[in-house]
């Protein structure tokens, strides 16, 4: 089992930027692959970046490549998402998830573990 708290969520000004933490404990994460979502009000869970925890090899969603970066501290155990150029269409609850088998998915349904998500708000 494994267990992930995001935290960094909050409000802040279009073109503005944020960081989300994801915790990782009950297992490394490095038996993992990650990954962040986000959902707005009314609409499905969408894939936002994802990273092969022990390659480091990342993907992104096309919206928010060039100005998302998901990164990883292993010693904390921590998953990153730096946020730049934020723009109010990126306004959403941002989901950490985590996968035991290989490989990176972009739907939800591919991840087994997630956490509770913290608030991203973005003002025009």
Do not use: H
Not at 12 to 25: D, F, N, P
Not at 67 to 90: C, G, H, V, W
Not at 115 to 123: D, L, N, R
């Amino acid at each position: 089992q494994v267990q992930l708290v995001e935290s960094g969520g909050g409000l802040v000004q279009a073109g503005g930027s944020l960081r989300l933490s994801c915790a990782v404990s009950g297992r490394t994460a490095s038996s993992y692959s990650m990954a962040w979502f986000r959902q707005a009000p009314g609409k499905e869970r969408e894939f936002v970046a994802a990273m092969i925890w022990s390659a480091g090899s990342t993907y992104y969603a096309d919206s928010v490549k060039g100005r998302f970066t998901i990164s990883r501290d292993n010693a904390k155990n921590t998953m990153y998402l730096q946020m730049n150029s934020l723009k109010p269409e990126d306004t959403a609850v941002y989901y950490c998830a985590a996968r035991s088998l290989p490989g990176v998915k972009t739907r939800a349904s591919g991840y087994d573990y997630w956490g509770q998500g913290t608030q991203v708000t973005v003002s025009s």
